[in-house]
């Protein structure tokens, strides 16, 4: 799996095992759902960059914990020669929320970004939250990849 992980701003300071929890969740993700021939984009961001995109992309003028641009779901040409079979599109996550929500739910940091990877992953996989039935399905797909990591609630 084709993994890029990157930070804005770039003067963000992102310690290494945030870096590695990330790719651990990718992996997982992809190793589970059968996209190991896959690429996905995860940008480590703050609330102010991230609140930004929030307002541009999706009209909710605050900041929020991660974004996911699925590339299926847009209108983008066709990726030729791309490195990997399939490009799943980008994650856009805010250190600053994952931080926050750890200590709001009592769970560590890591915790929290491994989780908020995973929901994003299962965005770009196509699931979604938005009917009941389907914020069930994606609750328990969360659950399932969340045991395999060994970070059960």
């Given at each position: 799996m084709e993994i890029a992980i990157g930070k804005e701003p770039d003067t963000l300071e992102v310690p290494q095992e945030d870096v590695d929890a990330v790719r651990r969740a990718v992996l997982t993700v992809g190793r589970l759902y059968g996209a190991l021939d896959a690429e996905v984009s995860v940008t480590l961001t703050n609330d102010a960059h991230i609140h930004v995109l929030n307002r541009d992309y999706r009209g909710?003028?605050?900041p929020t914990d991660v974004l996911s641009f699925a590339l299926t779901?847009?209108?983008e040409p066709e990726i030729i020669d791309a490195p990997c079979g399939v490009v799943l599109g980008d994650l856009v996550i805010s250190?600053?929320?994952a931080a926050a929500q750890a200590e709001e739910y009592g769970h560590s940091f890591l915790r929290e970004?491994?989780?908020l990877t995973v929901h994003g992953m299962l965005?770009?996989?196509g699931y979604d939250h938005i009917e009941e039935e389907e914020r069930l399905?994606?609750?328990e797909e969360q659950r399932?990849?969340?045991d395999a990591l060994g970070i059960a609630r």
């Open positions: 909710v003028d605050r779901e847009s209108e250190l600053e929320r970004l491994s989780f965005h770009l996989l399905e994606m609750e399932h990849v969340m």
